[in-house]
């Protein structure tokens, strides 16, 4: 059974740094892009970045670039976010995603980290 | 950059009556690449339809997807009390490479 595991949810402050986890199990990790996704309170989904742990390569929404770092472990199959100053705009929900190769569909989703980010 | 506008944004029926949601791009995107996505409140995301048309595992044949181009439908035959939530198109484009939402249509019961 396919598996995006997320870390548990997390309360800062403006200008702390976070890093929040996504592992996968029950497939190839490394043969699949993981990409995250942003929901804001109340509103809609946000692509914010993938990742294809096999090579590392990733990529980037405009939107976001700059203002989140995504990487992965393959070696125990976990994807990470991460911010170097949280604001708080930044405060949302974030999805990782597994996306298969050929469609580029978002087919496994985790259960979602919710950050909160206030003073 | 693609912008996939979904319409309408909020869609009030009855449970047993017939659902019709649009997702329309700004430019033509490949049918292979196009998904839509059911959310329910407090949960993430579920894979409903993906290359436009093709169900996903486990999804009930009442829901159905069509399209091409730049005009894209997703329909529910007769509404189910479980169907009523918001609803996603995506599409993937590989100029740069980009994944891309629409904004949502919720479905609520009237």
């Known amino acids: 059974e396919v598996q995006l595991v997320q870390s548990g949810a997390e309360v800062k402050k403006p200008g702390e740094s976070l890093k929040i986890s996504c592992k996968g199990s029950?497939?190839?990790?490394?043969?699949?892009?993981i990409g995250w996704v942003r929901q804001m309170p109340g509103k809609g989904l946000e692509w914010m970045g993938i990742?294809?742990?096999?090579?590392?390569?990733?990529r980037y929404s405009p939107s976001f670039q700059g203002q989140v770092t995504i990487s992965a472990d393959k070696s125990i199959t976990t994807a990470y976010l991460q911010w170097s100053s949280l604001k708080a705009s930044d405060t949302a929900m974030y999805y990782c995603?597994?996306?298969?190769?050929?469609?580029?569909?978002?087919?496994?989703w985790g259960q979602g980290t919710l950050v909160t980010v206030s003073s | 950059e693609i912008v996939l506008t979904q319409s309408p944004g909020t869609l009030s029926l009855s449970p047993g009556e017939r659902a019709t949601l649009s997702c329309r791009a700004s430019?033509?995107?490949?049918?292979?690449?196009l998904a839509w996505y059911q959310q329910k409140p407090g949960q993430a995301p579920r894979l409903l339809i993906y290359?436009?048309?093709n169900r996903a595992t486990g999804i009930p044949d009442r829901f159905s997807g069509s399209g091409s181009g730049t005009d894209f439908t997703l329909t529910i035959s007769r509404l189910e009390p479980e169907d009523f939530a918001v609803y996603y198109c995506?599409?993937?484009?590989?100029?740069?490479?980009?994944?891309?939402f629409g904004q949502g249509t919720k479905v609520e019961i009237k």
């Open positions: 995603a597994s996306a298969s190769g050929s469609s580029k569909t978002f087919d496994y």
């Open positions: 029950g497939y190839s990790f490394t043969s699949y892009w």
């Open positions: 990742i294809y742990p096999g090579d590392s390569d990733t």
């Open positions: 430019q033509s995107v490949s049918s292979t690449y």
């Open positions: 290359g436009a048309s």
């Open positions: 995506q599409q993937y484009g590989s100029s740069p490479p980009a994944w891309t």
